[in-house]
């Protein structure tokens, strides 16, 4: 999950200002974007319901952490990395420190890329590698911590890091959640490309619809189906109901489309 800033310049009962929010929750066969009013936990909480359980992989914003108790979230160590970059760059005598966390955290990364690539065989010795090199990387932050001469920024980032070590930490035991956020970060980019040309929707409606479609498109894409053929599809269906929507709505959905659908709306494309 995510979410970014989203411009509606529409009056709307109990909203002050036209500032949004689009949120995009990604699962392994949908993604949906939502338009919301508030930044605030009731969103994700409200869209996952009381009874969800399982892992959500996010960044370390505030609204996530109060998802309950069912809900563990891992945390994304690309903004792990960024607290150290920032760090480095932020105080010239700090910069050997801050690239030496970077390359202890890419590492983890390479480390972990290669344990889950890796077949049966080879995934236990890459497994005990990944956890030896996350022992010894606490091991150093908690020795860098008990240094009374630390300063203010290496102690924020150190921190942090020890604060939400058990979310980051989660995918050790759950190899299929990633290390990182960045494919719901890359869900975003079009809406925020989007934003910097036209600022936004002119009218709620317009930005639910903004919202819909962009759950369509990336729904379709997550699948392999193609928007262009699927959307025109979907409206000769329309066209031939009348004006109206198909009464077979579920038809349409990716996971319940036929063989041949797949293969005609197939993206990228079948070669001939």
Known sequence: MDETRWRVFAEAEGKTGSLWWLWVVITGDAVAYLLEPTRSASVPQNHLGPDAEGIVSADRYVAYKALGSKIRVAF??????????????????????????????????????RRVKADPDAFLFEDNALRA?????????????????LHPAQKAALESLRNHW????IFVSNPAIPMDNNEAERRLRNPVMGRKNYYGSGSLWSGRLAASAFTIFQTCLLNNINPHKFMLDYLQACAANGGLAPRELDAFLPWNLTDAQKVAWRYPELPP
């Open 76 to 113: 994304c160590w690309c903004h792990v990395r960024r607290d150290f970059i920032e760090a480095g760059d932020g105080y010239k005598k700090l910069a050997a420190w801050g690239a030496a966390w970077q390359a202890r955290i890419d590492n983890i990364f390479r480390i972990n890329a």
């Open 133 to 149: 090199a996350l022992c010894a990387m606490a091991d150093d932050r908690e020795r860098e911590l008990q240094d009374p001469a």
């Open 166 to 169: 058990a979310g980051l930490t």
